[in-house]
């Protein structure tokens, strides 16, 4: 499956922004979807991931409360809806697709196809 991640930019600290990762594929609901960020510097990290139906959602602990995933498979397009920005979640963003469907899905390792990221930069 192709992802194309968009919707990132310079905002100011407690800001709100919504990525989108578009599949072309219709098989985009038979995938999890993860969004992962990796700061400079920094190894990629866990964002948050949504199960291939939608009903289930999980998240990295440290930003639980603040950000939210959520898909829409009719449009094949997942979101991640991004809260009270902060310096901190200056980024590049990715969406990633694993196709095993076994459940919560924390590790970039396990997700096989990965879009092109975009830039989230946060400014104070």
């Known amino acids: 499956v192709q992802l194309q991640a968009s919707g990132g930019g310079l905002v100011q600290a407690g800001d709100s922004l919504r990525l989108s990762c578009v599949a072309a594929e219709r098989t985009f609901s038979t995938y999890g979807i993860g969004w992962f960020r990796q700061a400079p510097g920094k190894e990629r990290e866990f964002v948050a991931g949504?199960?291939?139906?939608?009903?289930?959602?999980y998240y990295s602990d440290s930003l639980k409360g603040r950000f939210t995933i959520s898909r829409d498979n009719a449009k094949n397009t997942a979101y991640l809806q991004m809260n009270s920005l902060e310096p901190e979640d200056t980024a590049v963003y990715y969406c990633?697709?694993?196709?095993?469907?076994?459940?919560?899905?924390?590790?970039?390792?396990?997700?096989?196809?990965w879009g092109q990221g975009t830039q989230v930069t946060v400014s104070s």
């Open positions: 949504v199960s291939s139906s939608g009903e289930s959602t």
């Open positions: 990633a697709a694993d196709d095993s469907n076994s459940g919560p899905t924390y590790s970039a390792s396990d997700y096989e196809y």
